[in-house]
């Protein structure tokens, strides 16, 4: 797999899948735009890209804010020209309590991250594809948008609704030569993991023992799915939400 002369821009790029992802891509010769809330990740993943010998330039974009993410567009059309892959993988969490005391405000911020702040990029990067004559694009969603995960709704209906959004817009695309999948990983070894269930080992254990596998997915699981959907070897591949989940969505 080799994706030279490709531009690749990777949301929530700072951390976690996002950055291996990053790295993945860089070392088979992209260009990656990293774009994140978090400067100094960021600034840190562009660090590790260079220092393989690769290119990547960072823009530090809250995604749930429609301006600003038209004018990362604008900004990276001026540097780069074309984005030839865009990996919408920013997302949260959000809170871990039962729906009927999910505070409101933090419904509202998990649904601005992971469904408006996905929507407002797809529109970019569709008129950018559409103008170019083609792309890929793939949003990382989760089990959780296939599946309940009971004290997470807001979670689970943003990633249920960027699903229906994923297929609906693949559809749309598939006679311009743009390409739309999603990816839906289980449990995660990353610091939205590791944060969420710091010193709750039960509960940790418990997540373990839903996957068949019995074992976290690492990020570079979820990165190889991701590079795999992003290649022209899967060009007859559209509109999928592809489980990396250990068997879960099997069980
Ligand atoms: N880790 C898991 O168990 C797991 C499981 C299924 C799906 N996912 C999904 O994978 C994706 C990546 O998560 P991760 O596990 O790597 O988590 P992570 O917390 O390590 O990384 C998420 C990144 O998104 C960035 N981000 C958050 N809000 C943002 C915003 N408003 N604008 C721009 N960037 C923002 C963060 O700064 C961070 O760098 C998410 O969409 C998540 O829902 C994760």
Redesign the pocket.
Known sequence: MSFSNKNVLI????????KTTALLFAEKGATIIV????ED?GQETVAEIEEIGGTAYFYQ????DQHAVQQLFVAVKEKVGQVHIAVN?????GQYVPTHIYPANDWHRVIG??LN?VFYCMQMELAMMLEQGGGAIIN?????GLKAMPYASA?AAS?HALIGLTKSAALEYAKKNIRINAV?????Q????D?NVQGQEQQKEKFRKLIPSRQFAK?KD?ANAILWLADGQTAYVTGISLPVDGGLMAS
């Open positions: 949301t929530g790029a700072a951390s976690g899948i996002g774009v994140d809330i978090n990740g974009v809250d995604q749930s993988n920013a997302g949260i969490l991250v992971n702040g990382v969603a989760s089990v959780a979670y990633k839906c990983p289980v449990f995660t990353t610091p939205m993991l944060d990020p979820i």
